[in-house]
């Protein structure tokens, strides 16, 4: 990496913190504060046992950091002296590191909690389906923590991609695109209740459904909850993540100033 690159990129990393900073110190104040205002202001209601069973902090982090990455334009006017492949660059690590950073945090936290199982097992959605499908457990759980930092990393390079379609577009044409999106959500929901009645639908739905059985690893009425094949989740997160990287690339070498 040139030394340019390195400094976009540290400032991104730093920045990107910065911004997880803020939003989970606004995250911990309501978990304290509302619970605390509707018990009429009384301490004693504030359980800080329930917070911590309830809360996996893991994918708490995946879905903020995945927010943060929906909104590159800001950051593109105040690096519009970078090169476009060196912005790109620069946000795809940054928010990778933070991504797995977070992840890592996450695990540790969840196995450390004393209000919790300690269980790999039991805290990990990959192990309960996938993490008694090789002979060591040791695999296993290598697996599970490799599918973890690649599955949030893809979803934060797919946020990447998607914002910096939005990003393309003003931001009063951003509105029209949100209202069209509801309305078409709105209008195929009434659709499917509707068109499951007919057969051609159903024979769709049919079809449909053994493709997401193939794609998630089942093997089959006999497939054992917990052995699932790993596989095919594997490679679909691969694929995934190498078209959001190129589409993101891609999409980037469109941005310019708006006059909004």
């Known amino acids: 990496m040139t030394a340019k690159e390195v400094s976009v990129t540290n400032y991104f990393f730093k920045n990107t913190l910065k911004k997880l900073g803020y939003i989970l110190i606004w995250i911990i104040f309501s978990s304290l504060f509302f619970p605390w205002v509707f018990s009429g202001f009384n301490f004693s209601s504030i359980s800080l046992r329930s917070i911590l069973t309830d809360t996996t902090l893991g994918p708490v982090l995946s879905i903020l950091i995945s927010g943060i990455a929906l909104f590159p334009y800001n950051d593109f006017k105040l690096l519009i002296q970078s090169a476009r492949k060196t912005f790109w660059k620069a946000r795809i690590l940054s928010f990778l590191a933070v991504s797995i950073l977070g992840q890592l945090i996450g695990i540790v936290v969840g196995l450390l909690n004393p209000y919790t199982n300690h269980s790999w097992y039991g805290s990990s959605l990959y192990m309960q389906v996938y993490g008694k ?128």
């Not at 051609?200 to 917990?226: C, E, P, Q």
């Open 133 to 260: 499908y090789f002979g060591s457990t040791a695999m296993n759980s290598f697996m599970g923590l490799c599918f973890i930092l690649l599955s949030t990393s893809v979803v934060t390079v797919g946020a990447i991609m998607v914002g910096s379609i939005f990003s393309l577009f003003t931001k009063k044409a951003r509105v029209y695109i949100f209202i069209g999106l509801f309305v078409m959500a709105v209008v195929f929901i009434n659709w499917i209740s509707a068109a499951v009645q007919n057969d051609y639908m159903l024979n769709i739905i049919k079809h449909t459904d053994s493709f997401l059985h193939f794609i998630v690893g089942y093997s089959g009425t006999n497939a054992r909850v917990g052995a699932w094949n790993p596989t095919m989740p594997f490679i679909v997160a691969v694929l995934t993540g190498v078209v959001c990287l190129f589409g993101s690339y891609k999409i980037m070498e469109l941005f310019k100033i708006k006059n909004e």
